[in-house]
């Protein structure tokens, strides 16, 4: 029997966001009907979320149609879960206060399931006494929050506390609640590196690239679901995943010490655009002007973490996975480098200035295996690491018992 999530779609600007939320949970095998405030269909109309969840969608205004219908208690009634999102500081205020003068609002209080809110406002008003005394009363009233996260508002110049959870981690917590979270790769140790190494020139100078690290970083925190894993990072400027052990590192040679050190491990996902040269010295003074000829650069070539640990001797994980970021033919370099490097599967991407995927939140990807390539449509890089860790969990529990090839099973992938 499908779990039936009731989405109460809030006014604020994060509202789009919930569109995204919705094909989500509908792609995990949640049915979706959805409850608008009359606030909220000034952001996004009612007819995109009935499109997207296939139901009828309920307005805030009281309609003698609706009602006989389907009447609000029974629409709280038959959910699984209620979820806020975005919850305004009104909504906050209209469920802590009890008021029930519209749909969300009656709703709410008329069921009988437990209630899930993503709270999106201005940091000003989230951390307003009102709200403060608000989302206090709801927690001991047993609802659940997820968020809000801290970062740049829709406002400009405005930045603190007060962004909606990502649909990826209110879906995440819709799935906890529920008691259906998946965890893929539970029980299993996993190294993963991310980001770009920096390499000294000089004290102040680097040769670096421009990986941003958010499509390794989501891989460790789709994978903490159920897997001990280490991350280990190049220089970044997005947050630590949680429930990861995250280790800092600058250069290339730091990253390999890094992986060496977290070894023994089942998997390993090398995700980081590490620098394949160095400067050969690093001089120890600021280079200088001198007016004469510009300086040359020697360089050296770093190690390679992923054959490294692809044909480590004694320590090889059962499972190591390589990125290719290609420019150009990018299934044929990947293949090429799958044999290069001994690894079992290289996920391989178009960097090409004009996909946007460096530094962006999207991907497209082809998972390269030795006998099979498999792509997969555009989607945000959150989803290619939930859909990553769900096949590296398929292919290990296939490993040995001959079951799953790499490259066989594609869950959800097209
Ligand atoms: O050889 P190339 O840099 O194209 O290979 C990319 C893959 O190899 C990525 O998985 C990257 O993390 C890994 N790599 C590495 N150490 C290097 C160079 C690349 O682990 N020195």
Same mark, same amino acid.
């Given at each position: 029997?499908?779990?039936?999530?009731? &989405?109460?779609?809030?006014?604020?600007?994060?509202?789009?966001?919930?569109?995204?939320?919705?094909?989500?949970?509908?792609?995990?095998?949640?049915?979706?009907?959805?409850?608008?405030?009359?606030?909220?269909?000034?952001?996004? #109309?009612? &007819?995109?979320?009935?499109?997207?969840?296939?139901?009828?969608?309920?307005?805030?205004?009281?309609?003698?149609d609706e009602e006989t219908e389907i009447g609000h208690i029974r629409l709280s009634r038959e959910a699984d879960l209620v979820v806020v999102a975005p919850a305004t500081a009104d909504l906050l205020a209209k469920l802590a206060g009890g008021l029930a003068d519209s749909l969300a609002g009656a709703v709410l209080l008329a069921t009988d399931k437990p209630v899930l809110v993503a709270p999106a406002m201005n940091p000003r008003m989230w951390s307003h006494p009102a709200t403060r005394r608000n989302a206090a009363q709801l927690r001991a009233d047993g609802i659940a929050f997820v968020g809000?996260?801290?970062?740049?508002?829709?406002?400009?110049?405005?930045?603190?506390?007060?962004?909606?959870?990502?649909?990826?981690?209110?879906?995440?917590?819709?799935?906890?609640?529920?008691?259906?979270? #998946?965890?893929?790769?539970?029980?299993?140790?996993?190294?993963?590196?991310?980001g770009p190494t920096h390499e000294p020139i000089d004290p102040v100078r680097y040769l670096a690239n421009r990986s941003s690290g958010k499509q390794g970083h989501a891989i460790a925190a789709a994978a903490a679901a159920g897997a001990d894993v280490t991350l280990v990072s190049g220089p970044v400027s997005i947050p630590d995943p949680a429930g990861v052990s995250t280790v800092h590192v600058e250069t290339a040679r730091q990253m390999l010490a890094a992986v060496e050190e977290a070894l023994p491990a089942e998997i390993a996902i090398c995700a980081a655009a590490v620098a394949d040269w160095r400067p050969t010295s690093e001089g120890g003074q600021k280079m200088k002007k001198d007016g004469g000829a510009a300086p040359g650069l020697e360089l050296v070539e770093n190690p390679d973490i992923l054959r490294t640990l692809a044909q480590h001797h004694t320590l090889r994980p059962r499972l190591v996975v390589g990125f290719a970021a290609e420019t150009e033919k990018v299934v044929a370099h990947a293949q090429a480098k799958l044999a290069r490097k001994g690894c079992d599967l290289i996920v391989a991407n178009d960097v090409s200035h004009e996909s946007g995927v460096m530094g962006g939140d999207r991907n497209t990807i082809h998972l390269v295996g030795s006998e099979s390539v498999e792509s997969w449509d555009e989607m945000d890089k959150h989803e290619v690491a939930e859909r990553l860790v769900a096949r590296l969990g398929n292919m290990l529990g296939g490993k040995g018992s001959g079951t799953t090839a790499p490259g066989s099973t594609a869950p959800g992938a097209s």
């Open positions: 029997m499908k779990k039936r999530i009731l &989405l109460i779609v809030g006014g604020g600007i994060a509202a789009y966001k919930c569109l995204e939320l919705v094909r989500r949970a509908r792609d995990r095998g949640f049915d979706v009907r959805c409850v608008m405030t009359t606030a909220a269909t000034e952001f996004v #109309t009612p &007819l995109s979320f009935a499109s997207l969840s296939g139901e009828p969608v309920h307005t805030d205004l009281f309609s003698l809000p996260n801290s970062g740049e508002m829709a406002e400009q110049n405005e930045a603190g506390e007060g962004r909606m959870a990502e649909p990826h981690e209110i879906l995440a917590r819709i799935e906890e609640m529920l008691g259906v979270a #998946t965890k893929p790769l539970a029980g299993h140790r996993m190294i993963v590196t991310s």
